[in-house]
């Protein structure tokens, strides 16, 4: 009556099929409750932690323990069932392949971690961090796994790789000469991420244009302009250029000069520069190292130096301090009958 288990089918026993069927029925949820008790363990022990670096790693642990276990099945189903020629090498490249993929998806969902973790850094103020860095380096390395898994499961799956990697090499070289602009931009991001002569959302002058940052890329770097505009500047030109970051300023500076008539009286000048100097006093702001001196006897006036600075590296917060010193001087000038001058000329004209 057993004698059928032993007939072949394709040159194997009925009793292997039934064996590796017992044995997918046997391990699946064997797998499951593995899974399950697991993941329950786990958890438990990561919510006891205040860090969530550790939930996060438990998340990437059970889908990838879950494929190992998968894969194990899978392995053990055709060593009860053996195989021969073509059916064997195909096995061996599944296998190879699937061990290969779930390799590259931990260390993908590592890098995912790694990522969080210099993100929460970024984004702490005590530490000077660049989260443009952080998506800069993410990319790379998933660029390289995706490359390196490639050539090394292909090797694995028996591929002759010399040829492949011999090949990129020449194909690397053609490709590096005929983008080498590509490449000097991308190096250029990477030497401004590290070097960090600005930062995101940062007001700076460079390439001629002045506005806010508002993107570091691979290529370029997108400046909003204070016409509205969005100019794209390549980072191999940043990095070979003066940059002048306006936002890392302590204070900003005004510089300007008071012209008044010269039928102003030496009197009157003086009481002119305690009041501008009394004004700079009480505005907010302005620091106290201000300059107010009669400079020199214009062409067509009398020229009082006014120099101050505004502590703040907000632009437009130091336009309204200054603001507020421009109405009080033109308001103290009016109460006191201070004229301003503008440019005249007298032509005196003698009978002859």
């Known amino acids: 009556m057993k004698e059928w288990l032993f007939h072949e089918w394709m040159h194997i026993e009925f009793w292997r099929f039934l064996g590796a069927g017992a044995m997918i029925l046997l391990l699946w949820p064997m797998n499951r409750f593995i899974l399950f008790l697991f993941g329950k363990k786990a958890r438990q022990l990561a919510q006891q932690t ?33 195989l021969h020629g073509k059916a064997e090498r195909y096995f061996t490249l599944v296998l190879h392949l699937l061990i290969g993929l779930n390799i590259a998806f931990f260390v993908w969902r590592l890098i995912d971690i790694v990522t969080f973790y210099l993100l929460s850094l970024a984004n702490d103020p005590e530490i000077d961090f660049d989260e443009q860095f952080v998506y800069a380096v993410s990319k790379i390395l998933r660029f390289l796994l995706v490359i390196i898994s490639a050539v090394v499961i292909a090797g694995n799956m028996g591929y002759n790789v010399s040829g492949l990697i011999a090949g990129l090499g020449i194909g690397g070289l053609a490709v590096a000469l005929a983008a080498q602009d590509t490449l000097a931009n991308i190096f250029g991001s990477i030497t401004l991420l590290a070097d960090k002569p600005f930062k995101y959302k940062q007001f700076i002058r460079a390439s001629g244009y002045q506005g806010t940052v508002e993107k570091i890329g691979l290529r370029s770097t997108r400046i ?24 890392e300023r302590p204070n900003i500076r005004f510089l300007s000069t008071l012209q008044v008539t010269y039928e102003t009286s030496s009197e009157q000048l003086r009481l002119v520069i305690e009041t501008v100097k009394t004004i700079l006093q009480n505005t907010p702001l302005v620091q106290p190292d201000y300059r107010v001196h009669f400079k020199e006897f214009g062409s067509f006036s009398l020229d009082i130096l006014l120099l101050y600075w505004v502590a703040t590296q907000d632009y437009w917060a130091a336009i309204e301090a200054s603001e507020k010193v421009n109405f009080a001087i033109k308001t103290a000038f009016e109460e006191k009958g201070i004229v301003f001058a503008y440019p005249t000329q007298t032509i005196k004209m003698e009978k002859v």
């Open 50 to 82: 205040k860090s969530e670096y550790d939930d996060r790693l438990v998340e990437v642990l059970i889908p990838v323990l879950r494929n190992i276990l998968y894969i194990l099945v899978y392995y053990i189903v055709f060593q009860i069932i053996p």
């Open 224 to 247: 909003r302009t204070l016409e509205g505009f969005l100019v794209s500047v390549p980072n191999k030109n940043l990095t070979n250029m003066p940059i002048e970051n306006i936002s």
